[in-house]
């Protein structure tokens, strides 16, 4: 189901260092590249969908790519969750949903569940085998200027720009949250499709 209020963002604005400093989001899976795969998952549930990305945007045709303005351009993922705040407030929306671009098995229910914990007010984040996932994230725009001013005052870390956020657990085979941060992750990954994986 669509939820006609909440927008995401698939975070892509990564180095990639572990993957030999190449473009994570293109990464091919299963032939088709990474960021597809998690744009295939989360677009269904949302009302619009946009990729936090440098470079060229046309890699990633037909989304929306949101680049970071040169003052936080390199700062990490918490720029493109600002980013993603100004774009989903210009769309109309309430809520903004936040996955990584190396998530490719997230459940299907991710935005109903977090949505349901946050009660339309208050950061949701998932998590699994006991570890929360702070870039897995429902964030209400109301939220916008605190975090700007965090951000503002050197807070880079996702965790710290949502304190109280309620945790929502999933558990399954294999773990919807898994990164895909090295060849063997890739590996791995592309087994698990093969063997069917949901």
Same mark, same amino acid.
């Given at each position: ?9 698939? @975070?892509?604005?990564?180095?990639? %260092? ?6 994570? /989001? ?11 795969? #998690?744009?295939? %998952?989360?677009?269904?549930?949302? +009302? ?29 993922? @918490? +720029?493109? #969750? ?16 936040? #996955? ?7 459940? !299907? ?19 699994? /085998? ?5 870039? #897995?994230? @429902?964030?209400?725009?109301?939220? %916008?200027? !605190?975090? +700007? ?9 996702? %965790? ?11 558990? /399954? ?13 890739? !590996?791995? +990954? ?9």
């Amino acid at each position: 189901m669509v939820a006609g209020t909440i927008a995401a963002v698939i @975070l892509a604005g990564g180095q990639g %260092r572990r993957m030999g400093g190449t473009d994570k /989001a293109m990464l091919g899976l299963a032939g088709r590249p990474l960021f597809s795969h #998690v744009a295939g %998952r989360i677009g269904p549930q949302v +009302a619009a969908l946009a990729i936090s990305a440098n470079g060229d945007p046309l890699r990633f045709a037909p989304l929306p790519v949101l680049a970071d303005p040169p003052e936080r351009r390199g700062e990490g993922p @918490l +720029a493109g #969750v600002l980013s993603g705040l100004d774009w989903a407030a210009a769309q109309g929306m309430d809520l903004l949903l936040t #996955v990584p671009t190396d998530t490719p098995f997230l459940p !299907r229910d991710l935005v109903a569940r977090l949505d349901e914990a946050g009660g339309g007010t208050e950061i949701a984040i998932a998590a699994s /085998a006991g570890r929360a996932h702070p870039s #897995v994230a @429902l964030w209400p725009l109301a939220e %916008r200027d !605190r975090i +700007a001013a965090l951000f503002a005052a050197g807070e880079r870390r996702l %965790r710290m720009a949502a304190p109280g956020a309620r945790e929502v657990a999933f558990d /399954a085979t294999p773990d919807p949250f898994m990164n895909l941060n090295s060849p063997e992750d890739l !590996r791995t +990954a592309e087994a698990l499709l093969d063997a069917g994986a949901p």
